[in-house]
């Protein structure tokens, strides 16, 4: 008994060295320089930082020393891992394997070929037209910015090597081209606006992201009682639980053992991987929780998040729960987003979004602010496109998540100062020096990390925006090609600007307070979640854009087209494509919800209802035979009553959902299918919730078919 102790205790306290295992999964910067000859390595170092090609024959020494290392820590098999537009990530495995010499031995190999480029065939991933099935190549190329890893699961241990996935043309079928074309262009036009400052050491620029991952964690014997949860992701019935979230006690709360050896394991995976998995805790809603990982390099940032909502599955399951990364897996609790934490900064380690000390570093912070708030103003459609999945709807919008409407944040100080600007009066803030630049004034302020408005879906949070609106289960690609490219275009003209200005300061002056009077109206500091403000952003003209459908058309505006492809981010036909496939993956999503709800209510509910009123039926006779008569059996009668009541209604809705699942397909697939899901299917699939809640309300417990909110949320 007494030794069982002692052997709990030592394994409560062996000793975690993060140090060590921190990148033990990755091929990073400083395994490459261990491993490769020098002139490679440096030819290698100079492609991350500046871009360029890798020729076939560095490209074959730097495979195998890949390759070396992978099949030492156990790789058997290496693939080109790919973000396509499903939403997932995806892999082909190939092993190592070559053909064996005359003697029948085999010898692991790995060419610079393999490495850099990859043909899977592509027919089976979305298009949205950009590749006809008969011209089913795609190819897959290495980012060589992003370092390639080891993952390790019952599959074996595979290398994976980042990678961008293109059409045979050149046409993007991923999530990752967009962005590293979208990096570049706000780093060429942001660069242009830091020379224009004096600052000749800086080569380029770089959007960092830190992501802030939100999830819930169910049982996993529950989950598997819930088609809903299974098919959807999300509950499509459920009545609400006695107890919700109104305590608040469960944020930042105290984390439970199951989860807190959850948490332990996702963080020694994730740090492996070289994910910097740095704060965790509970979330608002009773079973949900966060991970933030440290900011880095937005490219990186895209594929680790992926790699944090895989891992975090996948943990999940060693530790018998689910990991649900849906937007809003429960009606009327908390749903999940992702804040998308967003900064530019230059390669010599100054953040653009960050006051500075002097007035002239000041100045050009308040431009680089005002073009932000410019770009946000003049494409906020693009934005709330950017994070437009049919999940998100249900999100977006409920009174705990940034309305579906985009405004921003940037607390008192800032506005004060902008102000200021605005009316040309000296700023009376916290700090009152104010300190010449050209002939008017620039005030020196600190930084603002005080005031934090949570409901805002854009907030400035002191050297980085926030962007509040990206579902918990999206990649954050999408919203960062926008912001990227939004800005490029502004940071673009107050370069043509500021290079033609005779007076560069005065210049710099008029623009700052241009962009702050004529963007006035995105600038939103009250409470987002207020009704209020909904009335307020139509006053002011915003657009609002509750679902996905609204949002889509955004994309292929003529604005949008132009200025994406005047950066090169995307063609008019990329866009049309993307549009196109994200009307399919709307009409999916319903069609596969709607028929998942007919599926649980024709199987499990009515029948469960059928059974319950059976028994009050018979339970009725018998109390009325056994009290001859005398007992009162109005309460189960009325009860029966109900029930059936309900259990009408619930067919009726039923079958009116069928019908219109059934016409789905006579809708042509698009847009067409997409309005005819929003307008028609969603509603009947409420319709159908609502009286199916209301009997989970009132049928006896044991009869419900499926693990109720409570036992869902409450007990993990
Ligand atoms: P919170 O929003 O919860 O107050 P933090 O301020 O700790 O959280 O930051 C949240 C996320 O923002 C983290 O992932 C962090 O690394 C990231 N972050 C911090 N500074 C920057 C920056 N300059 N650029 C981009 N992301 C940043
Ligand atoms: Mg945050």
């Known amino acids: 008994m007494k030794n069982c102790k002692i052997k709990e205790e030592t394994k409560m306290s062996e000793v975690l060295n993060v140090e060590e295992i921190f990148g033990s ?35 074959d020494v730097v495979a195998k020393a890949m390759k070396d290392w992978a099949v030492e820590n156990g790789a058997t098999h290496y693939t080109h891992w790919f973000q396509p537009l499903t939403g997932i990530t995806a892999e082909k495995h190939d092993a190592f394997v070559t053909h064996p010499d005359e003697s029948g031995k085999m010898i692991m190999e790995f060419s610079g070929k393999e490495l850099i480029k990859g043909e899977p065939d592509a027919s089976s991933f979305p298009s949205g037209g950009l590749r006809a099935t008969f011209e089913a190549r795609g190819y897959t190329a290495w980012d060589i910015t992003s370092p390639a890893f080891l993952k390790e699961d019952a599959t074996g241990v595979i290398l994976c090597i980042p990678t961008a996935f293109c059409s045979y043309k050149g046409e993007a079928l991923d999530k990752k081209t967009p962005l590293l074309r979208s990096m570049e262009a706000v780093s060429t036009q942001a660069l242009r606006i830091v020379r224009l400052f004096g600052n000749t050491g800086a080569t380029k620029v770089v959007a960092s992201v830190g992501p802030e991952q939100e999830y819930f964690l169910v049982d996993r014997d529950k989950y598997l009682k819930r088609e809903d949860l299974i098919f959807a992701g999300r509950t499509l019935f459920g009545a609400p639980a006695p107890k919700g979230q109104e305590l608040e006690d469960h944020y930042f709360g105290t984390i439970r053992e199951r989860i807190g050896s959850f948490m332990k394991d996702l963080n020694i995976e994730l740090w492996k991987l070289g994910v910097t998995a740095k704060t965790q805790h509970n979330e608002v809603a009773p079973a949900q929780h966060e991970l933030a990982p440290i900011y880095e390099t937005a490219n990186i940032a895209v594929d680790h998040n992926q790699l944090v909502m895989e891992t975090m599955k996948k943990v999940a399951g060693r530790h018998g729960m689910t990991c649900l990364l849906h937007e809003k897996p429960f009606a009327g609790v908390n749903g999940s987003g992702k804040h998308n934490n967003w900064s530019i900064s230059t390669d010599t380690g100054v953040n653009l979004l960050s006051p500075g000390e002097t007035p002239y570093e000041n100045a050009q912070f308040l431009l680089f602010l005002c073009a932000v708030i410019k770009a946000v103003d003049d494409y906020q459609d693009l934005l709330r496109l950017s994070v437009a999945t049919a999940g998100n709807d249900h999100r977006l919008g409920a009174n705990e998540a940034p309305p579906a409407v985009v405004s921003m944040f940037l607390g008192d100080e800032l506005n004060g100062v902008l102000e200021a600007i605005e009316k040309d009066i000296p700023y009376e803030g916290a700090e009152k020096t104010q300190m010449k630049l050209g002939v008017d004034v620039l005030p020196k302020f600190n930084r603002d990390t005080t005031d934090r408005n949570r409901t805002s ?32 275009e502004v940071f673009k003209e107050v370069c043509d600007r500021l290079e033609k200005a005779s007076d560069f300061e005065l210049a710099v002056h008029d623009l700052i307070k241009e962009y702050a009077t004529d963007h006035q109206k995105i600038v939103f500091n009250g409470n987002g979640y207020a009704p209020e403000w909904e009335k307020e952003a139509k006053r002011r003209g915003l657009p609002i854009l509750p679902s996905m459908v609204d949002a889509i058309p955004a994309l292929t505006t003529e604005k949008a087209v132009k200025l994406f492809e005047s950066f090169d981010v995307f063609s008019r036909a990329e866009l049309e494509s993307r549009a196109e496939i994200k009307y399919e993956i709307y009409s999916k999503a319903i069609n596969i919800e709607a028929k998942t709800m007919i599926d649980m209510a024709t199987k499990q509910i009515i029948p469960a209802v059928i059974r319950y009123t059976t028994v009050l039926g018979e339970s009725i006779n018998t109390v009325k035979t056994a009290g001859e008569g005398l007992i009162d059996v109005s309460v189960q009668l009325d009860l029966l009553k109900k029930a059936s009541k309900l259990l009408k209604a619930a067919n009726s809705a039923m079958s009116k959902l069928s019908k219109l699942v059934e016409k789905i397909p006579e809708y042509e697939e698009g847009r067409d299918r997409a309005v005819f899901c929003r307008e028609k299917v969603v509603p009947a699939m409420e319709a159908l919730r609502e009286p199916v809640d209301e009997l989970e309300m009132i049928v006896d417990k044991e009869m419900w078919p499926m693990p109720s909110y409570g036992d869902l949320v409450f007990e993990v």
């Open 25 to 59: 999964k990755v091929f990073t910067l400083g395994k490459m320089r261990e491993r490769l000859p020098k002139s490679v390595y440096k030819e290698v170092k100079k492609i991350i930082d500046h871009g360029g090609e890798l020729s076939l024959a560095t490209a």
């Open 457 to 488: 879906p854009f907030a400035f949070t002191g050297n980085k925006f926030e962007f509040r609106m990206v579902g918990s289960r999206d990649s954050i690609s999408a919203c960062n090609v926008v912001l990227n490219t939004i800005t490029a």
